[in-house]
């Protein structure tokens, strides 16, 4: 395996060396060699993927954590570019699973899973945070299109702020919106590649899954202070219901194309 498919594992390597040649094996002699980080790494990639994982759990540990990748000039906010972290999901792909956090009825924090909140079709609105104007347009903007999609379908606004100023907000703006948070770890942003390393905070995106998980369209808004293409998504929802109905009475629907999204959207003719 070549030694760049092995540097994700170069995180846990320090502890896992000092576990292989400090803690399993007699102190070494000042004169004999001791095993470098990327040596390690070479060893771990050249194992079998069962007996690396094996060797990584019991070493290791379950506090060991992949070395996540970061990507640079897909997102700006305005000429700066910013990094984002985390692989790019694809459309066609499973969403990740997560677990949130939401107020519940009884006002108190409660966790929302991704398996409660993908049983139905469902529109994501990811923003940097409710307390500035951007996002605020982009969740109202949200909240008065959910009302123009097929029956069924939920609109869902994820961002990085307390559960409380999320819940605060949509009821001072009256806004008929489910909002979760991923305050606590950052761990949604960092499963759907969505991290920004700069601030701490989500990337502006646009996300339509069915209720299998399944990504259906995407959208990373290329400038953070702009808002997304909402037209964009509106005829990728429709073009999914389009497909839906097509499924039902047995008739072939029109063949698809890829958008600027990359999501599947049908011709008009």
Known sequence: MPWNNAK??????A???MALVGCSSPKPEADEPVMTDQAVAEYLANLDP?????????????NAQPVLPERRNVVHRGEAPMTLVGHALKVGETAPTFELLGVGKDQTVQTITSAALFGQPTVVSVVPSLDTTVCA????????????????????????????AQQRFVQDNDLAMTTVSDFKDGSLGKDWGL????????????WFVDAGGRILYSQIVPDITQEPNYDELKAAVTAWKQRADAAKTGTAPQAPTLGPGGAETYGSG
């Open 15 to 17: 502890v896992l060396a």
């Open 195 to 206: 991290y920004l390393k700069e601030n701490g905070l989500l990337a502006r995106s646009l």
């Open 137 to 164: 347009t982009q969740t109202g903007h949200m909240a008065a299109l959910a009302e123009e999609l097929p029956a069924g379908v939920q609109v869902v606004t994820i961002s990085r702020d307390l559960p409380f």
């Open 50 to 62: 069962a007996a690396r994982a094996n060797m990584v759990s019991r070493y290791v540990g379950q």
């Open 8 to 13: 994700r594992w170069i995180a846990p390597l």
